[in-house]
């Protein structure tokens, strides 16, 4: 799996900090971030069919990026 360095504004990792771990959603940092990247793409998918800007049969697969 590739490895994507980004810069973090600290109160966005601390915030994320506070869904990680044993009392938390998430089982660490790349767990959650993993899934706040497919949620969002998910969401933007949603909204380019809408807008008819992607053909329903591209979406129904799933992302390919």
């Known amino acids: 799996m590739p490895k994507v360095s980004v810069e973090i504004p600290q109160e966005l990792l601390d915030d994320l900090d506070s869904h990680v771990g044993d ?21 933007l998918d949603e909204i380019d069919e809408r807008h008819g800007r992607v053909d329903s049969a591209e979406t129904e697969g799933g992302n390919t990026n």
């Open 23 to 43: 009392d938390g959603k998430f089982v660490n940092r790349s767990d959650a971030i993993r899934a706040s990247i497919r949620k969002t793409l998910d969401m």
